[in-house]
Nanobody, 126 residues
């Protein structure tokens, strides 16, 4: 059974940091790309970052230089380190993977993903 479970969200002041985790199970973690997305109330879902099975990373312009995506094979977990958070970063954050294609050296933040977690809420307010 494929599962992606996000955690690590919460309330943080502007300028603060959070580290989101996406714990996976039910498939071979190393084989696939992962993406992080977010959706704020009344707004469309926005792609934030991706990491390929080969370790390549991409970021949206809105988070470049502040967020870092990573992955850990030992724990089957993808991470999103978020620094210098702004009120406009507040949203529900989702992780996703595409199990239809394995071993890709690159990723695109707007790539197709077919499995999603349920999300974790990030609130940035001071």
């Amino acid at each position: 059974q494929v599962e992606l479970v996000e955690s690590g969200g919460g309330l943080v002041q502007p300028g603060g940091s959070l580290r989101l985790s996406c714990t996976t199970s039910g498939f071979f973690f190393d084989h696939y790309n992962y993406g992080w997305f977010r959706q704020a109330p009344g707004k469309e879902r926005e792609a934030v970052a991706c990491i390929s099975s080969g370790g390549a990373r991409r970021y949206s312009d809105s988070v470049k230089g502040r967020f870092t995506i990573s992955r850990d094979s030992a724990t089957n977990t993808a991470f999103l380190q978020m620094n210098t958070l702004r009120p406009e970063d507040a949203a529900v954050y989702y992780c996703a993977t595409d199990l239809s294609r394995e071993w890709r050296s690159q990723c695109g933040i707007d790539d197709y993903y077919n499995y999603w977690g349920r999300g974790t809420q990030v609130t940035v307010s001071g």
